[in-house]
């Protein structure tokens, strides 16, 4: 009489084992990309609140600097936060402005943008405003990580 088998054998575990190592070795660094891409996407949740703002400012001809009012109902920029930007800086001169936003130094910021910033400039050009990032310098939040708008 032959006896059948009755479970996997060793071999097929370990190719198992290890094609989910596999996978598990290129879904891990994907996801942790896309948890620093939501943590970016405060930074410009925080910048639409901020534009009407500015805008209104801007049509007084100038550009809301840090120290005033810039942002109309809040009342100093120091008060602008979210989990995981830490600050928001306005400066420049109408009709072109600048937001400067910083992400926290520690956590609960992800390690590749601790410490790190976002800014984005406000161009105008026939009378259509523009809110774009300059090309990235020291400090700055890689590009890989910013809204496909823009990257």
Same mark, same amino acid.
Do not use: C, H, R, W
């Given at each position: 009489m032959k006896k059948h088998q009755a479970? &996997?054998?060793?071999?097929?575990?370990? !190719?198992?084992?290890?094609?989910?190592?596999?996978?598990a070795a290129i879904a891990i660094p994907a996801y942790q990309? @896309?948890?620093?891409?939501?943590?970016?996407?405060?930074? &410009?949740?925080?910048?639409?609140?901020?534009?009407?703002? !500015?805008?209104?400012?801007?049509?007084?001809?100038t550009c809301p600097d840090n120290s005033s009012a810039?942002?109309? %109902?809040?009342?100093? %920029?120091?008060?602008?936060?979210?989990? @995981?930007?830490?600050s928001a800086t306005t400066a420049g001169t109408a009709p072109a402005c600048t937001v400067t936003l910083t992400f926290a130094g520690g956590a609960p910021a992800a390690s590749a943008i601790q410490g790190k910033t976002v800014v984005v400039q406000r161009s105008e050009s026939g009378g259509v405003a523009t809110w774009q990032t300059p090309s990235s310098g020291a400090g700055?939040?890689?590009?890989? @990580?910013?809204?496909?708008a823009f990257q």
């Open positions: 479970g &996997f054998t060793l071999i097929e575990l370990m !190719i198992v084992v290890a094609i989910i190592g596999i996978l990309d @896309y948890t620093v891409k939501s943590q970016v996407s405060e930074a &410009f949740t925080i910048l639409d609140g901020l534009k009407t703002n !500015i805008e209104e400012e801007l049509a007084n001809g810039a942002v109309g %109902s809040i009342a100093a %920029s120091s008060n602008i936060q979210g989990k @995981y930007v830490v700055t939040t890689d590009s890989k @990580y910013l809204p496909k």
